[in-house]
Each structure stands twice: as structure tokens, then as C-alpha cells.
Nanobody
Framework: VQLVESGGGLVQAGGSLRLSCAASGFLFDDYAVGWFRQAPGKEREGILCFSASDGTTYYADSVKGRFTMSSVISKSTVYLQMNDLKPEDTAVYYC???????????????????????WGQGTQVTVSS
């Protein structure tokens, strides 16, 4: 079981990036999926979490209205579309997933109350001002 992120890079403020998270060894159909980020000197932040149990998505206030996960989850890849990027979005971004154990509660995956067992290696996103 493995998750591999890609798509990070350097972008100017106001620009866009799309991150990919490819799964091997499983399909996302019946999984909870989360995107997290960690900036230097800061705690890891759950920014977007989706639960396939009820189809709901939680967005952190810091990214609401700017970041979305693709409306269609291909069976083996999910995408994080990031628009109107800001310098404060600079961080290492991680995707994570876990077989569904709970109904709903997408926000609880982002808060850490519900654990996510599988994590990618992270991809760096740098936004210049």
C-alpha cells in the first residue's frame, strides 16, 4: 500500500497548482482521504478531508473557496486543485487515506480525531510574493 504525491513546485502568488495523489495497492472508492500541509516551524494542518461514506468534504477556513478536491475521484488517483495561492500556502503537502471505519465525520479526519493510516511522502509547494 502506497501513496505518492506529485505536482508541487514554485508558483507566484495568485497562481494555481494541482497536486496528485496516486494510490497503489488499493482504490479510493471506500476510503477517507485527507490533504494536510506543514510549513516550517508550524504544526501539521488538515486542510481538506473527504469521507466516501457520506460524500462530504471538510475544508479548513484557510483554504475554503480556493482549494478543491476533484469532483470525481478516479479509482486510484485524487487531485487537489489549489487556486489563488498565497505565500502563506507555502508548505509540504501530504495526502493520506484510510479504509472507512466511520460514517461521515470528514472534519474529524482533518482534526486528527479519526486517524488516517496511509500517508504519502509529501510534495513541496512554494508560493512567491
Amino acid at each position: 500500500v502506497q501513496l505518492v504525491e506529485s505536482g508541487g513546485g514554485l508558483v507566484q502568488a495568485g497562481g494555481s497548482l494541482r497536486l496528485s495523489c496516486a494510490a497503489s495497492g488499493f482504490l479510493f472508492d471506500d476510503y477517507a482521504v485527507g490533504w494536510f500541509r506543514q510549513a516550517p516551524g508550524k504544526e501539521r494542518e488538515g486542510i481538506l478531508c473527504f469521507s466516501a461514506s457520506d460524500g462530504t468534504t471538510y475544508y479548513a477556513d484557510s483554504v475554503k473557496g480556493r482549494f478543491t478536491m476533484s469532483s470525481v475521484i478516479s479509482k486510484s488517483t485524487v487531485y487537489l486543485q489549489m487556486n489563488d495561492l498565497k505565500p502563506e500556502d507555502t508548505a509540504v503537502y501530504y495526502c493520506a487515506a484510510d479504509p472507512l471505519k466511520y460514517y461521515g465525520g470528514s472534519h474529524k479526519y482533518c482534526s486528527g480525531k479519526y486517524g488516517l493510516d496511509y500517508w504519502g511522502q509529501g510534495t513541496q509547494v512554494t508560493v512567491s510574493s
